[in-house]
C-alpha cells in the first residue's frame, strides 16, 4: 500500500527539504527583527518543525519493504516531536500580553493542522487503513501551507 505513494513521497521529500533550506536562509535576512519576537521565533520553529515532519513521514514512506505497522508508529511518534514545538508556540501565544490580538486562535490552528493530520494518518495507517495514506498527504500538504504562511509573518509582516 505504501509503496503505490512513492513518487509522492519522492515530490514531497524533495519539496519540503527546499523549503526548509529556503526558511532558514530567508529568516536569517530578518533575523533581528524575528528574535525581538518571543512569539514569532517560537512560531517560527515550529514551521520548520512542521516542515521536517513532512520531510520525515515522506522520507518513511520510501523506505524499501517498510510495513504499515511500522510506518504508522513512526508517523504517530515523530508527529509527537514535532508538537512539541507547536505546542510551545501556542504556550507564548496564550501568554501574549496583546489582549487585542483577534487573529490569535488562526495562530493556534495553522500550527495545529498538519499535527492533527499526521497522527490520524499513522492511527490509520497503523491499524491497516489505505486511506491514512491520504490523510498523510493531506498533512504534508498542510505542513507546508502552514511553514508558507508563518514564513511569511516572520519575513513580511514583522516588518510593518
Request: glycine fraction near 8%; hydrophobic fraction near 60%.
Amino acid at each position: 500500500m505504501i509503496e503505490q505513494w512513492s513518487e509522492f513521497n519522492v515530490a514531497m521529500a524533495g519539496a519540503t527539504a527546499a523549503l526548509v533550506g529556503l526558511v532558514i536562509v530567508a529568516s536569517s535576512v530578518n533575523i533581528g527583527e524575528i528574535i525581538k519576537s518571543r512569539t514569532l521565533t517560537a512560531r517560527l520553529l515550529a514551521g520548520i518543525a512542521a516542515l521536517v515532519l513532512a520531510l520525515t513521514i515522506s522520507a518513511l514512506g520510501l523506505v524499501p519493504g517498510i510495513d504499515t505497522t511500522w510506518f504508522g508508529a513512526l508517523t504517530i511518534l515523530t508527529t509527537l516531536l514535532a508538537a512539541v514545538f507547536q505546542v510551545h508556540a501556542t504556550r507564548l501565544i496564550a501568554t501574549d500580553p496583546d489582549p487585542a490580538d483577534r487573529a490569535r486562535p488562526l495562530k493556534y490552528l495553522v500550527g495545529f493542522l498538519p499535527i492533527a493530520a499526521y497522527l490520524v494518518a499513522g492511527g490509520l495507517v497503523w491499524a491497516g487503513h489505505p486511506a491514512g495514506l491520504y490523510v498523510a498527504a493531506a498533512g504534508c500538504l498542510l505542513a507546508i501551507v502552514s511553514a508558507i504562511i508563518v514564513s511569511w509573518v516572520a519575513l513580511v509582516e514583522v516588518l510593518r
